[in-house]
């Protein structure tokens, strides 16, 4: 299953960047400055959505570390004793 929500994520960013330049480069053709507004705005959120998925583990290890604990890879949570 969470594998299943990692790909989701990964896919519903990978549309946002495709909408946005799609939305983007539609508005530059038409001259219409909304367009590419929407388009840009749509481009940035997939390319940060993608970014953090794609780091999520890391911050999560990181965060762990930070706070004195230790990270278990296989059952993916922070041990503290």
Do not use: P
């Not at 990692?6 to 909408?19: H, I, K, P, S, T």
């Amino acid at each position: 299953m969470e594998t299943l929500v990692q790909y989701g994520g990964f896919f519903l960013a990978l549309a946002f960047v495709v909408v946005g330049l799609f939305a983007a480069v539609r508005g530059v053709l038409v001259k219409r400055r909304k367009a590419v507004l929407v388009g840009l705005i749509c481009l940035l959120l997939g390319i940060a959505w993608f970014a953090f998925e794609s780091h999520a583990e890391f911050w999560a290890v990181d965060g762990c570390l930070d706070s004195g604990g230790r990270y278990n890879h296989e059952a993916q949570r922070c041990e503290r004793e």
